[in-house]
């Protein structure tokens, strides 16, 4: 007799996060957030073991938090501007060229809402690839027009030349329903694959802009068995996953 297996939603999201990093081949991974984190681990331990990982401060560990070795503040730099680091960041807003708002909600003379301000997102994402990771999609976040332009998307850095598009690239946004990416003509965002048990009508419907659609929408790939064993027993064994998308 044989189990089928349950694979909740978070799992999916840590899968697809996962795959930003796959033939990244040595890079710094940046992941920022909880599920991206997972996802980074999980990609060094299996299809992508160059990736570096640091501790948040100056150690490069391995995924059980094992020091590898010594990553000072300039060689951080140096990987982050010469495009051999992929961050994966949050947005509050995002559209449908890429442009990703973390700054203020409404104008930013007088905003409605503050919120962290641009951080690091210019550099993030005219100096090596951004992906991104939206826990809730909806078209709060998914909007037409962000109100202010923290990270840089496709048609800004085209129009501001060479130098801006040397090394900007955005591989994927990872969201609670699934996988997006930027592969069509004008670089307007795609519908890459949905998440099992989730429908286009119900991406459309939380999406605040026309998205591109394919005829067939794949879905997100499942995890291998030991991909669900190291997520589950080494990588997050107290399910945290699961609060941040919940089953």
Request: aromatic letters at 6%.
């Amino acid at each position: 007799m044989t189990t089928t297996v349950q694979i909740t939603r978070a799992e999916y999201c840590v899968i697809a996060c996962a795959e930003a990093w796959r033939d990244n081949g040595e890079v710094l991974a940046s992941p920022m957030g909880l599920i991206p984190g997972f996802g980074a681990r999980l990609a060094k331990r299996t299809f992508s073991p160059d990736l570096l990982l640091t501790d948040g401060e100056a150690m490069l560990v391995d995924l059980d938090g094992t020091v590898e070795g010594w990553l000072p503040y300039r060689q951080h730099l140096a990987m982050a501007t010469g495009g051999k680091r992929h961050v994966m960041m949050g947005a509050s807003q995002i559209d449908r060229y890429g442009n990703q708002n973390i700054s203020c909600i409404g104008a930013w003379e007088q905003p409605k809402r503050q919120l962290l301000g641009v951080r690091g997102a210019p550099v993030n994402t005219l100096n090596n690839p951004t992906s991104y990771w939206i826990p809730k999609h909806s078209r709060r976040v998914f909007v037409e027009q962000v109100d202010m332009v923290s990270g840089v998307g496709h048609r800004r850095a085209a129009e501001a030349g060479p130098s801006a598009t040397r090394y900007h690239r955005l591989p994927r946004v990872v969201t609670n329903l699934g996988v997006f990416d930027f592969e069509t003509p004008d670089h307007a965002m795609r519908l890459a694959s949905l998440h099992p048990g989730v429908t286009v009508d119900e991406v459309v419907e939380a999406t605040g802009f026309t998205l591109v659609i394919p005829a067939d929408v794949p879905l997100t790939r499942e995890p291998t068995a030991h991909e669900l064993e190291l997520i589950r027993e080494v990588i997050d064994p107290r399910a945290l996953r699961d609060r941040e998308v919940p089953a």
